[in-house]
């Protein structure tokens, strides 16, 4: 099966091509509105066409609500396009550059104040963690240092927790706070 996955609710987009576990191409270094070029991208490197793919695979958040929203509607749009079925996968479920059991603080899905998370012994990646490395360190944790490849998000790993591929009409965000707009208007 190949599966298209991205995601666009951190600071860095990352798209990948994943066919049957093998990573056909990546990308980590966009930003959330040039994910479909960076899809556009990989497709042309692999020598595939839009038609060629099986399954979409997408973050769903948390994150910034524009940048989710953005992740969404072109999950959406690519899957009524080319008639695929889409699986979203929860953001911080997925390790950023594949640290095994380390918490992804990206600095737009920390839910807590840095002063109430604390990591003793634990390694934390992502940019929250390089945000709060001092905090964070102050506890017991381990942050790499900042231009560690362990920061950047990895849509392969949104691939192979994809579940439950369906409608992607059917896939709803996740957000931890109100929009900034419903916030200014409170």
Known sequence: MLILAFDTATSVATSA???????LG???TSAP???L???DALLNEA??????LDALAVGIGPGSFTSVRMGLAAARALALSLDLPAAGVSTPAVPPGGAPRAPPLDGAIVALPAAAFEAPGRVCVGDGAVRHR???EGTGATVPPDESELHLPRARFHAALA???GAA?????VYVRAPDADRMLA
């Open 26 to 28: 990546e990308r980590a």
């Open 33 to 35: 509105l040039r994910v």
């Open 37 to 39: 070029e960076d899809v």
């Open 134 to 136: 001092e905090h964070l």
């Open 47 to 52: 020598g595939l066409e839009p038609r060629d």
């Open 163 to 165: 579940e439950k591929f």
């Open 169 to 173: 009409d059917a896939l709803r965000p």
């Open 17 to 23: 091509l994943v066919r049957g576990g093998d990573v």
